[in-house]
């Protein structure tokens, strides 16, 4: 399947100055480790391929809001630490990533060497796009490479700025994987296409729904956001959390399922509980009704019998969000059952969004999933039709 860009082995990066932009955005821990690597390693065939083609590799990332300023404690030095423990070489962190500090640190790099730069945030002209700060960025190396596919929907100077500037441009491994797999759900056979959507809010989805409403055989709908879609559908959702504003959306949305003969499944029953916290008394519902003083925190097991029914001879499945707040383990019964069923499935499953990817780890089950996106609000834009302005940055004419 053909991507829209050059990717990294199509370029001629043998001994030049490689710019690979990457999305080392990873959690720490209170001590100020890297608390998962996952995303690191997610762009390691990439960072291997440029140094054993003698790429002087450059690495650009951001990490955390630091909103502009340098905040010490969203330092990439751990990631530096990290990755060189990862890869048995020297990772040199760059004391800032513009300046002449820096381009002399990159001028000192040797054939296989790398040199990660400094939080990328720790200057609003990043998030600004300015064009100055871009430029300076881009002079930095001869090949750019974007590998951070969570950050292509971003219109950011390292993402879309740094390319118009840069002759020699692609997208690495990862980005490449990510295009052909969500471009596989675009083309999906519709007939058995299951859409799961959670998490909390309907303004979130709107746009993917509304997109794959003509696709979509089936959507399943968990999360806070079924609150919303239910009180739109007449229903006593209790305290639970709800956009008050979209109920007009969520009407349309349920109208289009009519129109398009999608089957809309909403919760049939709720585990719920008085509040949000650990130590909370939590029941069961008999139905869909909430009671005035509990709020939804998770799908009940008559939901989870039905979806996972709808999931069983499903041959394309596409999910983002959790079913309920699952941090919590007495509310995380209905996330972990729905990843266990999107694993059983014989179809092709992708996941994307954060919480739904850690959802499918420490289920157990992430070996059996076909595609785990890098990138929950790229994904999710991707398959609304979207211009990513990270990928459009990458495509010449």
Not at 35 to 44: K, P, Y
Not at 88 to 113: I, Q, T, Y
Not at 248 to 266: C, P, S, Y
Not at 331 to 353: D, H, K, L, Q, W
Request: glycine fraction near 10%; hydrophobic fraction near 45%; proline fraction near 6%.
């Amino acid at each position: 399947m053909a991507v829209p860009f050059k990717t990294i082995d199509q370029l001629p990066i043998d001994g030049k100055r490689v710019l690979l932009r990457v999305d080392f955005n990873v959690p720490l821990t209170p001590e100020g480790n890297v608390a998962d690597d996952s995303r690191v390693r997610m762009s390691l065939p990439t960072i291997r391929h440029a140094l054993k083609r003698g790429g002087r590799l450059i690495l650009m990332s951001h990490l955390g809001r630091p909103k502009g300023k340098v905040v010490p404690a969203l330092s990439l030095r751990p990631v530096a630490e990290r990755l060189s423990e990862i890869l048995e070489r020297p990772v040199s962190l760059a004391p800032d990533c513009v300046g002449p500090e820096v381009k002399k640190a990159v001028a000192s790099l040797g054939e296989g060497e790398i040199l990660l730069l400094e939080n990328l945030r720790f200057h609003k002209e990043e998030t600004d796009n300015d064009p100055a700060f871009a430029r300076a960025l881009a002079a930095l190396g001869e090949v750019y490479v974007d590998d951070a596919f969570g950050a292509v929907h971003r219109a950011h100077a390292s993402v879309a700025g740094v390319p118009t500037h840069v002759n020699l441009k692609g997208g690495g491994f990862l980005l490449r994987k990510e295009v052909e797999a969500l471009t596989r759900v675009l083309e999906a056979d519709t007939e058995k296409f299951v859409l799961i959507l959670g998490g909390a809010k309907v303004s979130d989805k709107l746009g993917v729904l509304l997109s794959l409403m003509d696709k979509a055989h089936t959507v399943l709908v968990g999360g806070a956001m079924a609150y919303t879609f239910l009180k739109a559908r007449g229903v006593d959702v209790g305290s639970s959390r709800v956009e008050e504003g979209t109920f007009g959306d969520a009407e349309a949305v349920l109208k289009k399922a009519e129109a398009t003969k999608t089957a809309f499944h909403l919760p049939v029953d709720h585990v719920v509980a008085p509040e949000i916290s650990e130590t909370a008394p939590h029941q069961t519902t008999d139905n869909a009704t909430i009671p005035t003083s509990f709020m939804g925190v998770d799908i009940g097991p008559q939901t989870v019998s039905a979806y996972a029914r709808q999931l069983r001879d499903a041959t394309m499945i596409f999910w983002n969000g959790p079913m309920g707040v699952f941090e919590i383990p007495a509310f995380a019964n209905g996330t972990f059952e729905i990843a266990r069923a999107v694993a059983g499935s014989p179809g092709e499953s992708y996941v994307g969004g954060g919480d739904s990817i850690r959802a499918i780890h420490e289920s157990g089950v992430a070996d059996q999933i076909t595609h785990i996106s890098s990138g929950g609000g790229a994904s999710l834009e991707f398959l609304e039709g979207k211009p990513l302005p990270g990928i459009e940055a990458l495509i010449t004419a």
